[in-house]
Nanobody
Framework: QVQLVESGGGLVQTGDSLRLSCAASGRTPSMYSMGWFRQAPGKEREFVTAINWSGDSTYYADSVKGRFTISRDNGKNAVYLQMNSLKFEDTAVYYC?????????????????WGQGTQVTVSS
């Protein structure tokens, strides 16, 4: 079992930056591949970015490539999402997820554990 808790969401303006954190606890969270997903009102949950267990492989959705950066600190059992140049369309609840498989994954069904989410609102 792995428990995930997101933090760092809030209300910002277009063009601002925000850093989300995901604190992991439980059974060797550093061995899990991690991902960030988001869900906007009235829309399905969508993939944002993923990182493998060692942190040397990452993957981004086209919509955030060049603006968002995922990283992890296995010593702190934490994953981060640095979001720059935020746009109105980035407004969503952001979820952290963990997968017991090795690699970077875009499909939500691959992930075994999910956090409760943190709200990010970007005003235009």
């Amino acid at each position: 079992q792995v428990q995930l808790v997101e933090s760092g969401g809030g209300l910002v303006q277009t063009g601002d930056s925000l850093r989300l954190s995901c604190a992991a606890s439980g059974r060797t969270p550093s061995m899990y591949s991690m991902g960030w997903f988001r869900q906007a009102p009235g829309k399905e949950r969508e993939f944002v970015t993923a990182i493998n267990w060692s942190g040397d492989s990452t993957y981004y959705a086209d919509s955030v490539k060049g603006r968002f950066t995922i990283s992890r600190d296995n010593g702190k059992n934490a994953v981060y999402l640095q979001m720059n140049s935020l746009k109105f369309e980035d407004t969503a609840v952001y979820y952290c997820a963990a997968s017991g498989r090795r690699g970077t994954f875009t499909r939500a069904e691959v992930y075994d554990y999910w956090g409760q989410g943190t709200q990010v609102t970007v005003s235009s």
